[in-house]
């Protein structure tokens, strides 16, 4: 069974700082782009920020210059670390990713189960 597994969440307070990751595991043959989506009360679920397989990144204007993305290939894994935490970061986190599955030879795209991470003094 393949599947996303996250940690890293809690509370911190505004202007702190939190480290997520996020690893895959199952019989899989290639993660194409990984990501963090969060999605606050009452709000959609949106993208934070995302990596390619080669390192290309992107971010939610909201969360450029605080937020980093990176991944490392060989252990299947993707963190976010996010810096001058604000209120509004408060959110669930999801991790996502495009996994090509060894048993189907296929591409799924798969959640893991979501991370609280709530800014507040």
């Known amino acids: 069974q393949v599947q996303l597994v996250e940690s890293g969440g809690g509370l911190v307070q505004p202007g702190g700082s939190l480290r997520l990751s996020c690893a895959a595991s199952g019989s899989i043959f290639s993660i194409n782009t990984m990501a963090w989506y969060r999605q606050a009360p009452g709000k959609e679920r949106e993208l934070v920020a995302g990596i390619t397989s080669g390192g290309i990144t992107n971010y939610a204007d909201s969360v450029k210059g605080r937020f980093t993305i990176s991944r490392d290939n060989a252990k299947k894994s993707v963190s976010l670390q996010m810096n001058s935490l604000k209120p509004e970061d408060t959110a669930v986190y999801y991790c996502?990713?495009?996994?090509?599955?060894?048993?189907?030879?296929?591409?799924?795209?798969?959640w893991g189960q979501g991370t609280l991470v709530t800014v507040s003094s």
């Open positions: 996502n990713a495009d996994i090509g599955v060894l048993t189907t030879m296929r591409y799924l795209e798969l």
